[in-house]
């Protein structure tokens, strides 16, 4: 016993003698006003913007109003039982959210915490979630295809990789239709995908999350969620943080696509945090800097040069309209940052044409740079035969005698339209889509009754895949259409039209 205590006597004594006492200097501050996921507080003389702090309860918080006398805090956590008083502590780091491949098919919040019941992340990296957009002198131009797989947006208004389309239009219109159609074609494409959820009930993400894993999606997908329950600070910071997490694959060499759902949400929280803060109010009671919200967003959508690893990031913000109002302040702020827009009417909805994309409003003001030499062959002049027929058709209501070229206009448009409706989650291939299109802009449906089409194309497609499958795989391996495999496509449609009944 004796030689214990003295061993341990020893082992203290050193531990005393090697002790050298050392100063940690660590800001406090303190809460001077609480309420409304808003808190004022005072004694942080050298926080940073957008710095995360943490409160007494475990929350954090970002600051956002930098005063002379207080620090303006938005609170990302439950606040009931914080109180005036309380120790606010500095947490030395901008807000920012886990990056990498550890992301990809999880289900997270906008701090990237995870929310799937699958345990942590495994991702070492972290980016801002506010971050500089890439400089002139870094982008390339956009000459690469995303293929949605629906044959309207890849045949008349295309998507290259790295461009920002807007997806606009009423509510219950598709919006969200379009972007998971999209995201369901990725498979086996290359290309990483983000959906961010902004401001949707808990209900509605679960089933988007429970689609995406039925298709196989969320093998290349992440979600990220801040649902209408949580507080309008993490509404507001959600688009970035699914941001950062799409620009680590662009600064890797790769591709990503990151989906915005929707951006009209995102302002109105945005708004909302402002008021509280006692931001001076704009139009319709946005603070001034509203346009300036958006467009740091989405000017980080970008196709890097080479010289940076020639990596994409393309962006499809959603916005929700009213009655069909794109003149409203939202949509024409963003309709101005973004390089074309998908819009989508009611009335066509309505009458059965889904998705319901308005030809005429819509436009891609960079996508047919990336457009595929295929398509671009086969549906030229689509574009122009569905506009001719739409105003043939304003005037055919009134029931006067039509010519027969008239009559051949309104009836091939008629067939195009039809094969332009698709049903939900159901992407179309690249090669389906060229000979489908290369049938009905060169004429051969225009005996084939309208009523029938839908069946015409089904049974289309299931013929020339089993009797011409060199079609298919010369299409999707070299992207053209040349006269050579034309004149077999031309073949296959005949042969199959002689059958057909």
Not at 72 to 89: S, T, W
Not at 309 to 328: F, K, N, Q, V, W
Request: net charge negative; aromatic share 8%; with cysteine.
């Amino acid at each position: 016993m004796a030689d214990i205590s003295e061993n341990m006597f020893d082992s203290l004594l050193r531990q005393v003698q090697e002790y050298s006492p050392a100063l940690e200097s660590v800001e406090v501050g303190y809460v001077d006003e609480i309420g409304d996921g808003i808190a004022r507080v005072t004694g942080l003389q050298n926080v940073r913007f957008s710095e995360l702090v943490r409160f007494g309860n475990g929350s954090a918080g970002i600051a956002f109003n930098l005063e002379a006398d207080n620090v303006g805090i938005i609170i990302l956590g439950e606040y009931d039982d914080i109180n005036e008083g309380d120790e606010v502590r500095p947490l030395g780091r901008i807000a920012s959210v886990p990056v990498g491949m550890g992301m990809v098919g999880r289900v997270i919040n906008a701090l990237g915490d995870p929310i799937d019941g699958r345990g942590p992340i495994a991702s070492d990296e972290y980016y801002n979630i506010e971050r500089i957009a890439p400089g002139v002198m870094e982008r390339s131009n956009v000459s690469r295809p995303v293929q949605t797989g629906i044959v309207a947006i890849d045949a008349m208004i295309p998507i290259g990789r790295g461009q920002r389309e807007l997806i606009i239009g009423d509510r219950q219109t598709g919006k969200t239709a379009i972007a998971l159609d999209t995201i369901i074609n990725q498979k086996g494409k290359d290309l990483n995908c983000i959906y961010v959820a902004i401001g949707k009930r808990r209900g509605e993400v679960a089933r988007i999350v429970a689609l995406l894993e039925e298709q196989g999606a969320m093998d290349y997908t992440t979600v990220v969620v801040a649902s209408a329950s949580e507080p309008a600070a993490m509404q507001y910071i959600s688009p970035y943080s699914g941001c950062a997490i799409g620009e680590w694959f662009m600064e890797n060499g790769k591709d990503a696509l990151v989906i915005y759902d929707d951006l009209s949400k995102h302002a109105w929280a945005y708004r909302q945090v402002s008021l509280l803060l006692r931001r001076p109010p704009g139009r319709e009671a946005y603070p001034g800097d509203v346009f300036y919200l958006h467009s740091r967003l989405l000017e980080r959508a970008a196709q890097l040069s080479e010289a940076r690893g020639g990596g994409s990031l393309t962006a499809l913000p959603i916005i929700e309209t009213l009655l069909g109002d794109i003149s409203a302040f939202v949509p024409t702020n963003v309709i101005s940052i973004t390089d074309g827009q998908l819009f989508l009417e009611a009335d066509l909805f309505n009458s059965g044409q889904r998705p319901a994309i308005n030809v005429g409003v819509s436009v891609s003001r960079v996508g047919g740079d990336a457009q595929t030499k295929a398509i671009k062959k086969v549906a030229g002049g689509l574009r122009l035969d569905l506009a001719q027929f739409r105003s043939l058709a304003a005037f055919a209501q009134f029931g006067s005698d039509l010519d027969k070229s008239t009559q051949r206009q309104l009836d091939r448009g008629m067939r195009l339209t039809e094969l332009l409706k698709q049903s939900q989650y159901q992407p179309v291939d690249l090669a389906d889509q060229v000979m489908v299109l290369f049938a009905g802009t060169r004429g051969y449906l225009d005996n084939i009754p309208v009523e029938r089409m839908a069946a015409w194309q089904d049974g289309f497609i299931r013929f020339y895949r089993g009797q011409y499958p060199e079609i298919a795989e010369e299409i999707e391996n070299s992207k053209r259409f040349e006269d050579e495999l034309q004149a077999k496509a031309r073949q296959a449609v005949e042969e199959f039209n002689a059958d057909f009944s």
